[in-house]
C-alpha cells in the first residue's frame, strides 16, 4: 500500500512539557488511522504539524510524498480537516462558507449533498446554529471535496447519536473510495469502531502504533458475577491479570495469556455468571496503563 | 462576493464601509456648509494669522494657516487633522483585524486549510483594504467636490482630488503597516497599538519640526510630512511626496508575507 502520511522524529518544541518529540509514524492509503492520546498529550500539535499551521522544530512530514511545508498548498488540495476547536465565521450562513470554500478549492464539490444527509440548514448563520450543528458545518466543509486525506480532530464531539452514524458512513465511504483518515480522539469506542490501526501518544512521544485487531487480541475481558461480593483483594496476584474492576457482586478482569489461573480463582467463590470476551480497546490502555496517570485513555 | 479572499475580506466590511460614508460625508457637508460664514468674515483670518506658531504649524495644511481662501480653509479643518485621522482608524482597523482578527477569533486555522498560500491571503487581504480605503476616498472627494459646487468655494476638483489621493495614500500606508504587524505577531491589539503610536509620533514630529531645529532631518521620515509638504490643495499631486507614500505601502505589503508565512499560527 502506498504512504500517504510519513513522519520521521517529527519534534516540535513549544515552551515546557509541550509539543511532541521523536514521533514516528507512517499512514498508509485506505487506512483509518486512531491517534489517541490524553489531551494535552501532542495530539493537536502533530495535526497542526499535517496541516502546516505551525512548523516542526526538527524531522521529516511528507504527505502524499510532498514536504509538508514547501509543498503545502499542494497538499492541501487533497486534504480535507476538521479542527478540534472548530471556529467558523459567525456571521455566514452554513451555504455562504461552503461556497467560499468551494471557491478557493476551485472544485464545486457536493457540499449541500453531503448538509442533506446530516439534516443542516444551511441558511441559518453560523452564530444561529446549535454546537452540534456547527459540528455538521466542520464536517461537511472537510469531506466535501472528497479529499484523498481526511484529518478529523475529535470529530463526533457535539453530535448525537444519529448523525454520529451518518458520520461512520461518510469516513466509510471516504476510504471505500480509496481515501485515508487520520482521525484524532480521546473516544475509544469511536477509535475502535472506525480506525483500523492506531497510535497512542503519551507527554509528546509516540508509545505504540498497531493495528486495532492486535492489541485486542492481546486481552481477554472477563466479567463475573458472584453470588457475594468476593474480598477485595482476592483476586491480587492472579497469573494473566491486567486489571481488576470491582463493582459489587460484579468484578471484571482485562487479563491476558491463558485463561486458567483466573478460572481457578474465580472458582473459589460462588460465581453466577461468567462472560468472556476480546478486549476493548479501553480494556487495553487501561490494562497497559493502570494506575500511571488517571487520565490515561 | 465569495470568490476569493480579497472580495470575502470586502464583503465583511460592507456595512462598515456604508457608515465610514456617511460619517464622512455628513462632517465634509458640515464644515462645506460654515465656509460662507467664514468667508464672509475676514476678522477670522486675522485671528488666526495672529496664532502662536507652534500652533499654526499644527493647524494648517500644507501652505500657511489661511482661512480667506476654499484651499486653506479645507486644509485647516478637514485635511490637516480630521480626514488623515478618520481614514487612519478605518484603515489601521482594517489592517490589524484582517490576519490577527482572525487568528484571534480563531477563523485563520479553517482558512489556512484551504489549498492558499499564506502569502497569497495576506496580499488578497491587503487589496481589499487598499479597495476599502479607495472607496471611502472616492466618498470623500464626491462629498467634497459637490459640497464645494453647492457653497460656491472657488477649488478645482483636480485639487480636491489630489489631496483626498495624498490622505488615502497615507491611511493606506498606515493600514499596511497594521497588516505587517498583525500579520507577524498574530495579536490585533498589538498591530492597532503600535501602528496608532507610530502615527501619533510621526504626526507630532512634523507638526513640531518647524519649531524644534533637531527634528528637521527626522520631519523628512514622518509620512505626515510627505502627506502635507507637496500643499495638494493648491499645487495639485506631488509626485516626490506621494511616492514616499506609496513605497511605505509596498515595502510593508512585500515583509508582511515573509514574516506570516514564516510564524507558527496561534491556535
Known sequence: MAEVVRAEQLTKNYGLNRGIVDVDFTVEAGEVFGYLGPNGAGKSTTIRLLLDLIRPSRGRLTIFGLDSRRDGVEIRKRLGYLPGDLRLYDRMTGRDLLEYFAHLRGARGRGAEIAARLDLDLDRTIKELSRGNRQKVGIVQAFMHDPDLIVLDEPTSGLDPLVQETFYELVAEATARGGTVFLSSHVLSEVQHMADRVGLIREGRLDLVDSVENLRAAFMHVEATFAQPPPSDAFEGVAGVRRVEQDGEVVRFAFEGEIDPLLKALAQFHVKALDVREADLEDVFLARYRGEEPDAP | ?267
Open chain 2, 1 to 267: 462576493m465569495l470568490r476569493n479572499v480579497a472580495l470575502k475580506s470586502l464583503r465583511d466590511i460592507r456595512r462598515g464601509f456604508l457608515w465610514w460614508s456617511l460619517g464622512l460625508a455628513g462632517f465634509v457637508a458640515l464644515i462645506v456648509s460654515v465656509w460662507p460664514t467664514v468667508h464672509s468674515n475676514p476678522s477670522l483670518n486675522k485671528l488666526a494669522q495672529d496664532y502662536p506658531e507652534a500652533l499654526q504649524a499644527f493647524i494648517a495644511f500644507g501652505g500657511a494657516v489661511d482661512y480667506s481662501s476654499p484651499a486653506g480653509y479645507l486644509g485647516i479643518e478637514l485635511f490637516s487633522l480630521m480626514v488623515p485621522l478618520l481614514l487612519l482608524v478605518a484603515a489601521i482597523g482594517t489592517g490589524a483585524g484582517t490576519i490577527a482578527g482572525e487568528e484571534e477569533r480563531g477563523t485563520l486555522e479553517l482558512l489556512l486549510a484551504n489549498p492558499v498560500s499564506r502569502t497569497r491571503i495576506v496580499l488578497e487581504k491587503t487589496l481589499a483594504l487598499v479597495a476599502e480605503i479607495a472607496g471611502l476616498g472616492v466618498v470623500l472627494w464626491l462629498a467634497l467636490w459637490v459640497g464645494a459646487l453647492l457653497a460656491d468655494m472657488d477649488i478645482s476638483a483636480g485639487h480636491l482630488a489630489a489631496a483626498t489621493v495624498t490622505a488615502v495614500l497615507l491611511a493606506i500606508a498606515y493600514g499596511t503597516i497594521a497588516i505587517l504587524l498583525g500579520a507577524a505577531t498574530g495579536r490585533r491589539t498589538v498591530a492597532i497599538g503600535l501602528t496608532a503610536a507610530a502615527a501619533v509620533a510621526a504626526y507630532l514630529v512634523n507638526g513640531l519640526a518647524p519649531l524644534v531645529h533637531a527634528l528637521e532631518v527626522p520631519q523628512k521620515l514622518s509620512p505626515f510630512y510627505h502627506y502635507a509638504a507637496g500643499d495638494p490643495l493648491r499645487q495639485g499631486l506631488s509626485l516626490t511626496h506621494v511616492g514616499v507614500l506609496v513605497a511605505i505601502a509596498v515595502v510593508a505589503t512585500a515583509l508582511a508575507p515573509y514574516f506570516f508565512s514564516r510564524r507558527d499560527v496561534a491556535t
